[in-house]
């Protein structure tokens, strides 16, 4: 399995702002991707974050608001932009490694807990 | 589109109970599905998978496609079962896993 690590584990951010947030794997992963998870709701897909290419954006979401990067195949961040308090959230990275076999397994960070003023 | 659906929000049982936590989904192409669970305090985990047919921590899930349901199940909770539990589809076309609202176990003494 596959260690992954977010920076920060939480914040507060006053609107209008913009938030970077870090995901870590102690190993090359083939896929990343990036959730919300609202109060008191499900986990729901915001993108997948391509190796080298831009990011896949589910129904929704969009590149301004969220834009991402994943420069290499350990790390990726996504960036909640100009926020307002309905993006406070938490935000959960997670991996599967295909490397490994083709399991459809996703491992999880800690994730992020964003509150938005 | 894909859709699971978790009805109970919250469970509660008395230790040493059967448990059944309830999902149901909604695909139209062969589904893979998951059971993850995320403890107190801690990260959400995989507990276990269709195709894996195994018990982990005491817990089964069986695919009734006929049902369209894929229902978490324990004879005897423990209290260390306390925990906040996902249904998870994975439809492959999209490489990508939808997730249940969740339902929160708790195991009372």
């Known amino acids: 399995s596959a260690v992954i690590s977010q920076k920060p584990s939480r914040d507060i951010c006053q609107r209008g702002t913009s938030l970077t947030i870090q995901c870590q794997v102690d190993?090359?992963?083939?896929?990343m991707f990036w959730y919300r998870q609202q109060p008191g709701q499900s986990l729901t897909l915001i993108a997948t974050?391509?190796?080298?290419?831009?990011?896949?954006?589910e129904s929704g979401f969009v590149i301004d608001k969220f834009p991402i990067s994943r420069p290499n195949l350990t790390f990726s961040t996504l960036t909640v932009s100009n926020m307002s308090p309905e993006d406070s959230s938490i935000y959960l990275c997670?991996?599967?490694?295909?490397?490994?076999?083709?399991?459809?397994?996703?491992?999880f960070g800690p994730g992020t807990r964003l509150t938005v003023l | 589109a894909q859709r699971v659906t978790q009805p109970e929000k919250l469970l509660s049982v008395f230790k040493g109970a059967p448990v059944e936590l309830k999902c149901n989904y909604s695909?139209?192409?062969?589904?893979?599905l998951f059971w993850y669970v995320q403890y107190s305090r801690q990260r959400l985990q995989l507990l276990l998978r269709?195709?894996s047919r195994e018990s982990i921590k005491g817990f089964t899930a069986d695919l009734n496609k006929g049902e369209t349901s894929f229902h978490l199940k324990k004879p005897f909770a423990q209290e260390e079962d306390s925990a906040m539990y996902y249904c998870?589809?994975?439809?492959?076309?999209?490489?990508?896993?939808?997730f249940g609202t969740g339902t929160q176990l708790k195991v009372e003494l």
């Open positions: 997670s991996v599967e490694n295909r490397f490994a076999g083709a399991s459809n397994e996703q491992f």
């Open positions: 190993s090359q992963v083939t896929m």
């Open positions: 974050a391509n190796q080298g290419s831009e990011a896949t954006y």
């Open positions: 695909y139209s192409g062969s589904p893979e």
């Open positions: 269709h195709i």
């Open positions: 998870a589809l994975f439809t492959g076309g999209g490489n990508k896993l939808t």
